[in-house]
Every structure is written in C-alpha cells, then in structure tokens.
C-alpha cells in the first residue's frame, strides 16, 4: 500500500492542528485519524513517513498545511531547532582547551569547581595540585601519578627492591 491510494474521509480541527480521518493509514489512531501535515507530507513524498520523522510547519501555523510550508526533519533536528540551547563557552582549568557546555552541564550544577574538557584534564589537575588521595602502597609508576610525594615514595621503593637483589 501506498500513500497515494488511501483518501481523506473527513478532517477535524483539535487543538492547534488538523486531523484527517483516513481509514487504512498505518500510523492511524484507533479511530482512523493522523495528524493532517503528516498526511500530506507523505502523498507529496510518495512514501509512509518512519516514525523517527517530524513534519515541521515553517510558519509556526499548524492549522497551515500547505506543501510549501511543511518539512521532514528527525525528532532531535526538530528539538534543537524549537528549544535552541544557551551555550556557554568556557575553558579547561587544566589544558586552557575551549570547551561549549549547556547550562545543565556546567561544573557548579554538576558538584564541580572547575570546567574540564576531559576526565584525563580532569584528574591531572588534581594530581598537579595535590588533592589526589594517595593509598600507602601507591606506586609513582603504577598510578600514572607525578607529585613530588608519589615520586619520592617510588624513588624509595625501587632503591629498597634494589637493596633486596643478590
């Protein structure tokens, strides 16, 4: 089955848009009615449109489903397009890296201080800093960790393993 053979029986006002009742459509509602626009869009493209589809009235009319003024865009496209972000554009504390992040990504929402651009940004800043906690077996090669405590401990720890060779 095809768009072209199924035919409007009747349409109906709801809301901001129209329906048309069109027994057969496969995307129908139990009472035979689909959204207007999206009827209409599919006898223009000649095929069922995917359920990941979204007709866009470019007016912002939705009562106005004139060819010209309907377009075919993905649900995440569409989204983007009506609820467009303010986003802020910040830099890592650790690498200076320009980074863009919504404001539900921004590090005090987040229980953060500072703006990383990444996790690996993220932790040698700590470790530069000092605030890495440190284990007491922690070894300076095994934890990838280069503050000047880790590096002593290590530097101990091989000139005793040294000590311990026959």
Known sequence: ?????????????????????????????????????????????????????????????????????????????????????KRVLLSCSECGKRIERVPSQLPQKRGFKRPFCSRSCSARYRVGSGKRVHGTNSSYTNTGCRCSSCKEAHRLNVSKWRERLP
């Open 1 to 85: 089955m095809r768009p072209q053979d199924l035919r409007v029986v009747k349409v109906v006002k709801k809301g901001d848009y129209l329906y048309a009742k069109v027994p057969g459509h496969p995307s129908a509602t139990c009472h035979g009615y689909v959204l207007q626009h999206r009827f209409v869009k599919e006898q223009e493209l000649g095929r069922f449109l995917r359920p990941d589809e979204v007709v866009h009235h470019e007016d912002g009319n939705g009562k106005n489903n004139s060819v010209g003024n309907l377009k075919v865009k993905s649900v995440s496209k569409h989204a983007r397009d009506h609820n467009p972000s």
